[in-house]
């Protein structure tokens, strides 16, 4: 039945592929309008192109027109031959219909899947000119640095044809060569050099040390690859620490105090559950349960709690009650009863609620004191603001000196409550 309404009305590809036609009968047509220019007013449209954004008109009513001038660019340049990357290559392309959509499908934000020789590094051009006529820039992103070069060198002669700067990021690239490729209409590069030019970016003491510009418009070549395969490896860099935020000191005594009173109220839970346990009643016997599970959770290498365990029946009965709370969702409503909760399978000790007033009270501090920000939803708050570089690098050093300062909190926090 699938296959016969696939057949009849096609896939949902297909039929966002009937969509773009019209757009693609329109490129066409302008096209054939600019086959009259000469080549110094076929130039002349980036201009005019850029001063039509400034009065206000948007990259999407302009993507027939631009895209028209990419495709007239390249058929002009047919026959020329050029050096990329060291080898020589003549220019022998000008875009398909298919190529035209791929190049629109990319404009969207969508992925387009393209084999090997579909012409997808042609089909990047065009939104590539589109967005970087905004005057932010554009960036290509792909897998390694020998494609980066060939393509923004082999690519490189449509933009320039028509007016635009190129550039090319490199492994080893000082800093004032990066400065000024990232000042180019359209950057081409690794998703490494791009991710670390980011990091070092958000370490710089001061705006003179930033080489990237905001971020606009990005193709990624490779997607899968580069935001699956090689996004399974952390990029991270490290630098001296400005000054120490180091915690230990300070809150030696009030984390030690936390951690004397949750081991307080433990023993307190267990000798309860014992009762409780000693009645010999179906209801005692699950709040028993309960009291256990809460002991478990705040100290589970409680000498007690250990001995407890090994009577018959208590663990299978923690267990009972433990999965009646994760079956009901109430199981922060149990923590919070807590100072602080280990979870020994995860390895992870976190802070409840009153356990970070408590150390508030203790401390004089905040409350907020152990929580660490987003640091992605940080800086993308602080990229998306309406202020100036300077302003925004200031903002996010901010940021990192709270999560750094949390950070070591945490850890003197973690240190004296990790169970032995």
């Known amino acids: 039945m699938l296959s016969f309404l696939n057949k009849m009305f096609g896939s949902k590809s297909d039929r966002q592929v009937v969509k773009f036609l019209p757009m693609v009968a329109e490129i066409n047509q302008v096209f054939e309008e600019y086959e009259a220019l000469s080549d110094e007013e076929l130039q002349a449209k980036t201009e005019e192109f850029r001063g039509r954004i400034a009065e206000g008109e948007t990259v999407d009513e302009l993507l027939p027109e631009a895209f028209a001038a990419v495709k007239s660019a390249c058929k002009r340049l047919l026959g020329e031959t050029w050096e990329a990357a060291g080898t020589k ?9 298919v190529q035209l959509i791929g190049g629109i499908v990319l404009h969207q934000g969508r992925i387009a899947e393209m084999a090997t020789g579909e012409g997808k590094t042609l089909v990047a051009t065009m939104p590539l000119y589109l967005n970087a006529l905004e005057g932010k820039g554009a960036h290509l992103i792909t897998v390694n640095d020998y494609l980066a070069l060939r393509d923004s060198e082999w690519m490189g002669k449509v933009f320039k044809f028509l007016g635009l700067t190129v550039g090319c990021i ?79 000191g300070e809150l030696n005594g009030h984390v030690s105090k936390l951690v004397r009173r949750q081991s307080e109220m ?4 267990v000798a309860e559950a014992e009762k409780l346990l000693a009645t010999e009643t179906a209801d005692d ?49 149990l923590d919070e009863q807590l100072y ?26 905040d409350a907020e004191m152990f929580i660490l920000p987003d640091m992605a939803e940080e800086m993308s708050r602080i990229e998306g603001m309406d202020v100036d570089d300077e302003v925004k690098l200031e903002m996010r050093l901010k940021v990192e000196d709270v999560y750094i300062s949390r950070s070591e909190q945490n850890q003197t926090f973690r240190s004296y409550c990790a169970p032995t």
């Open 340 to 365: 602080f909760v280990i979870d020994e399978q995860q390895h992870t000790i976190n802070l409840t609620e009153i356990g970070r007033e408590e150390l508030a009270r203790s401390t004089r501090g």
């Open 266 to 269: 433990v023993t307190k839970l």
């Open 285 to 333: 016997e699950y709040e028993a349960g309960i009291k256990i599970l809460l002991a478990h959770k705040g100290a589970p290498r409680n000498k007690r709690l250990l001995k407890l365990a090994q009577e018959t029946g208590t663990q299978k009965l923690r267990m009972r009650v433990e999965n009646d709370y994760l079956r009901d969702k109430k199981t922060t409503e």
């Open 89 to 97: 290559f003549t220019w022998d392309m000008v875009p398909y219909d």
């Open 170 to 248: 490199q492994s080893n690239m000082p800093y004032d060569e990066r400065y000024k490729v990232y000042r180019c209409d359209i950057t081409y590069g690794t998703n490494n050099e791009f991710g670390f030019d980011y990091l070092r970016d958000n370490m710089a003491i001061s705006i003179d040390g930033v080489v990237q510009r905001s971020h606009h418009f990005a193709i990624v070549d490779e997607v899968d690859s580069v935001l699956i395969d090689e996004a399974r490896t952390p990029l991270i860099i490290s630098g001296p620490v400005a000054r120490s935020t180091h915690k230990f």
